[in-house]
């Protein structure tokens, strides 16, 4: 399909508006086993997609994915200012101006492996990652899907609470990280959450 | 041949300084040296576009070692690596290394006209195998 310039700008204002509403959250749970700039970081990289959200929506799909990718890794900062700024900059790369569902999976699929090679990650370390995989699973031909996947992500958060970090700064707390959602599976959750709402979630 | 580069990321602006004064009063001035610390709003953190303008500062024909401390400072800077001019991409390179003894030991390494993978080598020496 060919996502019209009124959805791409709904896309990244909601986006946008989600992240800011849960700054404080976002910030509250990385200061229990982060650094505590998550939300901050990813509020200040949102707000700079909120004010261009006109000129990036004018863009064709790559592009607008592409700049979205430019802007998070120069204004987000942080550890996760690198890692989403990859997401992005990946789907850029591999999901087309059109996508169907399924070129839309693939690109996510490729995305997820940009995101492992960045942080030299796996899945179960405690990381956005254990949100993104499951997603990437749940992701079938179903009627229903986009609440279908909305719903996984938000499990799929819940469950880094009783894991133990193993990648970035929380693995320093080694098993005092048990315990915590990971921050940036929380993020990744919001995110998907708010952009499955506009296909049919 | 110019020296290899150097250039210092840290999460703190004045531990890279500090690093960096190190590295000239140990080193003096034979190697180019540039040092960036914390995110865009002055506070702890690293930051994509001043790593790169960092590198831009130390560039050197022969190539920029970059000493980093912790995990963001790496990744950021990995990030900066692939967002620079392919045609340099090539001659910069991450040293796994502890950050001041790292940068001192490049440095040293450097000024006496080494090659960037033996400026490389020499600082990673310094890590447990």
Redesign the interface.
């Known amino acids: 399909m060919v996502m019209d310039v009124a959805l791409k700008k709904a896309l990244i204002e909601d986006c946008a508006k989600v992240i800011t509403a849960h700054a404080d959250e976002l910030t509250s749970l990385d200061q229990a086993i982060g ?1 505590g ?1 998550h939300g901050v ?1 990813m509020k ?1 990289g949102f707000e700079s997609l909120l004010a261009d959200a006109d000129a990036l929506a004018a863009r064709p799909l790559p592009d607008m994915l592409k700049a979205i990718g ?1 802007q998070l ?3 987000v ?3 996760s ?3 989403y ?2 997401l992005f900059l990946s789907l850029a790369k591999e999901i087309g101006e059109a996508p169907n569902t399924e070129n839309a999976r693939a690109a996510f699929a490729s995305a997820i492996e940009a995101v492992k090679a ?2 030299k990650s796996e899945v179960g370390q405690k990381t956005m990652l254990d949100v993104l995989a499951p997603v990437l699973a749940a992701w079938d031909n179903r009627a229903g899907l986009a609440a279908h996947l909305s719903e996984t992500a938000r499990q799929a958060a819940d469950a880094t609470i009783p894991m133990k970090a193993i ?3 929380a693995s320093f707390l080694g098993d005092r990280s048990i315990g915590h959602m990971d921050p940036g599976a929380r993020s990744s959750s919001l995110l998907i959450a708010t952009i499955a709402k506009h296909f049919g979630a | 041949m110019a020296n290899v580069g150097i250039v210092i990321v840290s999460h703190s602006e004045k531990v890279a300084e500090g690093a960096a004064d190190m590295v000239r009063q140990m080193v003096g001035d034979a190697v180019p040296l540039a040092f960036t610390g914390g995110n865009s709003e002055g506070g702890l953190g690293t930051d994509v576009g001043r790593i790169m303008e960092a590198i831009d500062r130390a560039w050197s024909d022969a190539g920029v070692a970059v000493l980093v401390d912790l995990g963001g400072a790496e990744t950021n800077t990995e990030m900066a690596i692939e967002m620079i001019d392919e045609t340099k991409q090539q001659r910069i390179v991450i040293c796994n290394a502890p950050i001041v003894e790292g940068a001192v030991i490049a440095a040293t390494e450097a000024s006496g006209g080494s090659p960037l993978d033996i400026v490389k080598q020499t600082a990673e020496e310094l890590s447990p195998q």
């Open positions: 650094d700039d970081n200040r430019t890794v120069m204004k900062g942080g550890a200012g690198p890692l700024g990859t960045r942080g990648r970035g700064r």
